[in-house]
């Protein structure tokens, strides 16, 4: 009887969110580019939506399930996990709008995963170790901190971890070598990876700067976070996109319980045309595990206690993704 109702709930939102998709009465054009209004997305989905700042701030709320976005920002908060769009929000008669395309393949995979077709299989996971040999990759001198040799720790650290879930989890680097960007995709797609899962530590001028942030594939035609305007170069369609549904919610899973397990500031799940992510056959994230130039951040990476808090919360987003993965296959 529950999984009556359950498919039953499954139809009316399939139903609520194709009616959404093919109503041209809902859409704006602006710049050449469809808006949906929050309100419309609201009312379709079963939503409420209020106000948080009169035209500037909206919310929109369900049981389980709180979405926030801004005027001309670029990044919504989903129950309190940043998720950076393509296109800004635009106001439009007193309204907010988003891209259809942010929409349609950023925000739906996380909302109504179940409308995707063909959901992929979960078993063998592909964990690439950033830089190695030559490529020695971010560094902090006063603490003696490689990222070759963090991100090579971690990634050990999470192949015993995923595999005592019953994971098969093959390495692209098992020790210090360096690997061409493009071999690193090549062995994915050659075993046939069914998750890629790239681990990397962060960087910057500003010693300030700190958090955890992960990357999927732009979605065509977008731009990546690091960039406003959209240049020719966007509108090549990667191999990686034919996943994008897919690469949205690991990222979201994965990022999502890095931060609410650790504490680590949320620099959201962003998006960027990285080498490793651009060719893939499977959906694939970059993982940025935090700033080896912050004081703080980077003493706390040093540590293998830490580390491997990391890698339990990188399980813990995998399983959440497989989860979901599940329900939508019907299981329960």
Request: hydrophobic share 40%.
């Amino acid at each position: 009887m529950k999984r009556f109702f359950t498919s039953i709930r499954t139809c009316l939102i399939v139903s609520l969110f194709l009616a959404l998709s093919h109503s041209a009465a809902a859409e704006i054009i602006s710049q050449n580019v469809p808006y949906l209004s929050l309100q419309e997305i609201a009312s379709r989905l079963n939503m409420k939506f209020e106000w948080v700042v009169p035209q500037k701030t909206a919310r929109l709320k369900s049981q389980w399930t709180t979405l926030e976005f801004r005027i001309h920002k670029r990044d919504a908060t989903l129950n309190q996990t940043k998720v950076f769009l393509g296109k800004p929000i635009l106001l439009h008669q007193g309204k907010l709008h988003v891209s259809r395309r942010d929409f349609d393949l950023t925000l739906s995979p996380l909302l109504t995963p179940q409308i995707f077709p063909n959901p992929p299989k979960l078993y063998h996971i592909v964990i690439d170790a950033g830089h190695g040999g030559k490529d020695v990759g971010t560094q902090n001198t006063r603490l003696g901190l490689k990222e070759k040799d963090l991100t090579l720790d971690m990634a050990l650290r999470l192949k015993r971890s995923l595999e005592a879930h019953g994971y098969k989890v093959s390495l692209t680097r098992a020790d210090n070598r360096f690997i061409k960007l493009e071999d690193r995709t090549l062995v994915a797609n050659k075993l046939k990876a069914d998750l890629f899962i790239s681990l990397h530590l962060n960087a910057a001028a500003n010693p300030r700067a700190y958090g955890i942030e992960t990357f999927a594939m732009p979605l065509s035609s977008h731009p990546p976070t690091s960039r406003d305007k959209t240049v020719a170069g966007d509108k090549t369609h990667h191999p990686a996109n034919a996943k994008d549904p897919w690469n949205a919610l690991v990222c979201y899973h994965v990022q999502n319980a890095l931060c609410s397990h650790t504490g680590a500031r949320d620099r959201g799940c962003k998006r960027a045309r990285f080498v490793v992510l651009k060719a893939l056959n499977c959906p694939g994230v970059l993982i940025e595990g935090g700033f080896l130039t912050h004081p703080t951040e980077g003493q706390r990476l040093g540590s293998a206690t830490y580390r491997e808090k990391l890698v339990q919360a990188i399980t813990k987003g995998i399983l959440g993704y497989q989860k979901t993965l599940d329900r939508v296959r019907g299981r329960s």
